[in-house]
């Protein structure tokens, strides 16, 4: 069995992982890019695959998601899922990166 991980709030960066640039607010400067395709890929409910920094890969839709997580549906299954977890997402069509 593997060990889990766990990952605290500060610890949360980006989906693609670029640097978090600080804003004069002391927030991270976001070009929305993330929001807009979470967002569209929510409102269409497309099949989404997450592989996850351990290796583990979880699979449905997003029914949600806030700055640091992503909630995934798939049957009657729901997911929390930490952004910081995430090595990389695709949709279940695409051909894996």
Do not use: C
């Amino acid at each position: 069995m593997k060990a889990r991980r766990s990952y605290s709030r500060r610890e949360t960066p980006l989906l693609t992982h670029q640097q978090q640039w600080p804003h004069s607010n002391g927030r991270a400067a976001s070009s929305h890019a993330e929001a807009f395709y979470l967002q569209k890929q929510m409102q269409s409910q497309t099949h989404m695959i997450f592989m996850l920094e351990d290796g583990d890969r979880i699979e449905g839709a997003i029914e949600w998601y806030d700055t640091d997580t992503i909630k995934v549906r798939k049957g009657s299954t729901r997911t929390l899922i930490y952004k910081a977890a995430i090595k990389y997402l695709y949709k279940s069509g695409d051909s894996q990166p």
